[in-house]
């Protein structure tokens, strides 16, 4: 069942008042029935911290930059990694 779904790796950004942490944890079990590779790393952007005027404009900190990369690269390698389960080649871009 959602056969277009299995063996694709996913990666999580959210935001919230606590990060959207709670969202991303209710996601997990939905992820594992789809057979998603879920990165363990999202990105937990806080209305108070990574956005001015509370949600008005998005201003992110520097340590979020580290945690999108972070966040990417897992990504990249996971996607690779499945690409070889699907027996596919990933589309690189440029």
């Given at each position: 069942?959602?056969?277009?779904?299995?063996?694709?790796?996913?990666?999580?950004?959210?935001?919230?008042?606590?990060?959207?942490?709670?969202?991303?944890?209710?996601?997990?079990?939905?992820?594992?029935?789809?057979?998603?590779?879920?990165?363990p790393a999202?990105?937990?952007?806080?209305?108070?911290?990574?956005?001015?005027?509370?949600?008005?404009?998005?201003?992110?900190?520097?340590?979020?930059?580290?945690?999108?990369?972070?966040?990417?690269?897992?990504?990249?390698?996971?996607?690779?990694?499945?690409?070889?389960?699907?027996?596919?080649?990933?589309?690189?871009?440029?």
């Open positions: 069942m959602y056969a277009e779904w299995n063996n694709k790796a996913v990666g999580v950004v959210s935001y919230g008042i606590d990060g959207g942490v709670r969202a991303v944890d209710a996601l997990r079990p939905v992820f594992s029935a789809l057979q998603l590779a879920h990165v999202p990105v937990a952007l806080n209305l108070r911290t990574d956005f001015s005027d509370f949600g008005a404009f998005f201003s992110p900190g520097e340590h979020q930059d580290q945690a999108l990369t972070v966040l990417l690269d897992r990504l990249l390698s996971l996607t690779t990694a499945l690409t070889h389960v699907r027996g596919t080649v990933p589309a690189v871009a440029s």
